[in-house]
């Protein structure tokens, strides 16, 4: 439903899609990989939700 880099809520939390069922390990295949801008020890913490959960999210503001 949803791929990279897509922008999708949950609970009013904004988030972008950083990776996709298919491409998470083991039997994910309903769930979406997802970053809330947050890092733990200087990593990206990435959070695995099931996909039925997300919204898509806004489209973004484009500036250059």
Do not use: R
Not at 33 to 40: I, S
Request: glycine fraction near 10%; hydrophobic fraction near 40%; avoid cysteine.
């Amino acid at each position: 439903m949803f791929k990279k880099g897509d922008f999708v809520t949950i609970d009013n939390k904004l988030a972008i899609v950083v990776m996709t069922g298919e491409e998470l390990p083991g039997d994910m295949e309903d769930h979406t990989g997802v970053w809330f801008g947050t890092f733990e020890k200087g990593v990206p913490e990435v959070w695995t939700i099931p996909t039925e959960y997300l919204i898509a999210g806004p489209a973004p503001v484009m500036k250059h």
